[in-house]
């Protein structure tokens, strides 16, 4: 889900808000309609940038621990020319070593790791509702535009019109938003479960790391831990 997909399908969403539910200050549901709509576009990209602004946290380069006994637990990365933390994974794109490594992200082009994957969470969560926030303002004008004459309508009801482009861009919409809904669903309960289970993709590790569903949790929010002293960004 790239920033083009989030812009293009808001401003969608926004076209049919304003045929379907258009704003009234007078009328409170209006009022509340508006005020989600566009808090979820500002919640998202907050965590969005902020997933990519805060980084994963990169191992420091040539890194090793300070007791030189340690070094015998841990995998070397012949790249960062470093040491590896338990949990730690090279990333080939980013060229570094990721601290708490879960995958890279091709749309943020950056990795999710230590840091950043409470935002990534957030993000996820806030598209999905989002994208139902937006399947609830598009599929009535579409399914109004294209399966109900205008002669059918009552005086009161509202009469929706769509240049060919606006309806062909409001569909393209529909179906993206229903395939975010599913897809970014399916992501966000595997992170949740590898964050309970504090698993991350790594090929071989020495020591289990699922320290308790209470624990796992609690690193996900407290990172003021021994990886500030050792990572960078
Ligand atoms: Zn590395
Ligand atoms: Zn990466």
């Known amino acids: ?52 602004f805060l980084g994963p946290s990169f191992l420091r380069k040539r890194w090793r621990p300070k007791n030189k006994e340690d070094e015998k637990y841990l995998q070397y990365c012949t790249i960062c020319q470093g040491f590896k933390t338990s949990q730690a994974y090279h990333c080939r794109k980013c060229g570094r070593c990721i601290s708490k490594f879960d995958h890279h992200c091709p749309w943020m082009n950056t990795c999710i790791g230590h840091v950043n994957q409470t935002n990534f969470c957030w993000f996820l969560f806030y598209s999905i509702l989002g994208c139902l926030h937006a399947l609830l303002m598009i599929s009535p004008c579409v399914y109004r535009v294209l399966f109900i004459p205008y002669s059918s309508l009552r005086i009161n009801e509202p009469r929706i019109y769509f240049t060919l482009t606006g309806l062909i861009s409001s569909i393209l919409t529909l179906g993206f938003t229903i395939g975010v809904i599913i897809a970014v669903g399916l992501l966000l309960i595997i992170q949740i479960k590898n964050i309970i289970c504090n698993h991350r993709r790594l090929k071989s590790f020495i020591y289990p790391y699922n320290l308790g569903f209470k624990e796992n949790i609690c690193q996900l929010f407290n990172r003021i831990d021994y990886f500030n002293l050792i990572t960078d960004g």
Do not use: D, G, R, V
């Open 1 to 52: 889900m790239s920033l083009k997909e989030i812009l293009f399908s808001t401003m969608n969403a926004f076209n049919c808000l304003m045929k379907w539910f258009p704003l009234n200050m007078k009328e409170p549901l209006s009022l509340i309609n508006m005020f989600m709509f566009w808090s979820w576009f500002i919640i998202i990209f907050y965590n969005y940038f902020k997933t990519i």
